[in-house]
């Protein structure tokens, strides 16, 4: 079997700047890339560009999700058991911010505001007795927001 030789340059203990390597990096500094699995032809570059800036909302969607709907992690084997929770999920998101631009409020807050209203009712001597729940005032036109849906 014959020796494998390597060149020099690879065992030289002295440490050298790759100058071709730091020019080119001078040249792309500032430049930022974006990769899509789209067509080069099918959107514009303005679009794919304008659609990367609005990851921010995603990624704000997805914080949010965490704390305020106290998500944990779920470990899941099978696919169908993947697949429901990722829907369940996702659902929970889109309601979410549904109701977060209906009202202009935070989830966190919209969750522990509708926690607190409470209504029951209950069965006494064959009579159903109906206890609204005691809306706030400055919880009111919320509420309204959120019956009318839009």
């Known amino acids: 079997m014959q020796e494998q030789k390597y060149p020099q340059a690879l065992f030289c203990t002295e440490k050298v700047l790759d100058e071709k390597i730091i020019e080119r990096g001078r040249m792309l500094a500032g430049l930022k890339g974006y990769v899509t699995n789209l067509p080069f032809d099918s959107v514009p570059a303005t679009q794919v560009i304008s659609a990367n800036h609005d990851l921010w909302q995603v990624e704000a969607s997805f914080r949010m999700t965490k704390s305020d709907l106290r998500a944990r992690p779920i470990f899941h084997r099978e696919k169908d058991s993947i697949d429901a929770h990722l829907t369940v999920v996702f659902a929970a998101l889109a309601i979410g911010r549904h109701l977060q631009e209906l009202t202009g409020l935070p989830l966190k807050r919209l969750i522990t505001d509708l926690k607190a209203l409470r209504g029951s009712r209950v069965l006494i001597n064959g009579d159903e007795i109906t206890f609204d ?18």
């Open 133 to 150: 729940a005691l809306i706030p005032n400055d919880f009111a036109e919320v509420i309204g927001v959120l019956k009318r849906g839009h």
